[in-house]
């Protein structure tokens, strides 16, 4: 089956660590796309990807950093500049970045820092 | 800046009542696309529509339709006789198209719960 594939589902961090969050895709996307969730908020982008090997900060980057080597694959971490990490992580992806494309999502990692 | 206003926060209604969803948008392009998401309680949003701007015509798939008004900046989601599986969190997303990257603005959504 195509699709997105987030791990892992959950995760808890202890103060100061840094973590990574693994998103893979098997739909031959080109766009990657990294969002964060709080409650009431909707959804925020962190990072995003238009092809391999380039990325391109979103709204909210600071305390995150990500790669895109291979196509499938947009793996975030969660550094510990990050003051306020505890959130639902979606992962994204489209054929194109372009504006007519939608979005499909991975079913979220919930990140939660003890 | 492209902003999109979800103002019910959270709609309660009992199962075979029609519920509307409403979706206000804010753009200085004349070229943007809309969509709609669903978030099920297992967290994936899943994509149920996008509309273009120059496309006015409301959509029906179903039990769902969908009202673009390009007059009030809304784009309306409604469920007819709605279902228990219905339940969820909605969301309705901007995208502009200025030609070069875009970037997917969501409101804060709307939970729905339907009970029998």
């Known amino acids: 089956d195509g699709g997105i594939t987030q791990s892992p589902k959950y995760l808890f961090r202890k103060e100061g660590q840094n973590v990574t969050l693994s998103c893979e895709q098997n739909l031959n996307h080109d766009a990657m796309y990294w969002y964060r969730q709080d409650p009431g908020q909707g959804l925020r982008l962190i990072y995003y990807?238009?092809?391999?090997?380039d990325f391109q900060k979103g709204d909210i980057a600071e305390g995150y950093s990500v790669s895109r080597e291979k196509k499938e694959s947009f793996p975030l971490t969660v550094t510990s500049a990050q003051k306020n990490p505890t959130a639902f992580y979606l992962c994204?992806?489209?054929?194109?970045w372009g504006a007519g494309t939608e979005a499909f999502f991975g079913q979220g990692t919930r990140l939660t820092v003890v | 800046a492209q902003k999109v206003t979800q103002a019910q926060t959270e709609i309660s209604v009992v199962e075979k009542e029609d519920v509307t969803l409403d979706c206000v948008y804010e753009?200085?392009?004349?070229?943007?696309?809309l969509f709609w998401y669903k978030q099920p309680p297992s967290g994936e949003l899943v994509f149920l529509i996008r509309r273009n701007s120059f496309d006015e015509q409301n959509e029906i798939s179903g039990r769902y339709s969908w009202n673009f008004q390009k007059s009030t900046s809304s784009f309306n989601f409604t469920i007819t006789a709605s279902q228990v599986v219905d339940s969820a969190v909605y969301f309705c997303a901007l995208k502009e198209d200025p030609g070069t990257a875009s970037k997917l603005t969501f409101g804060t959504g709307t939970r729905l719960q339907v009970t029998l």
């Open positions: 990807s238009q092809i391999v090997n």
């Open positions: 994204a992806s489209s054929i194109t």
């Open positions: 753009t200085r392009d004349t070229t943007y696309y």
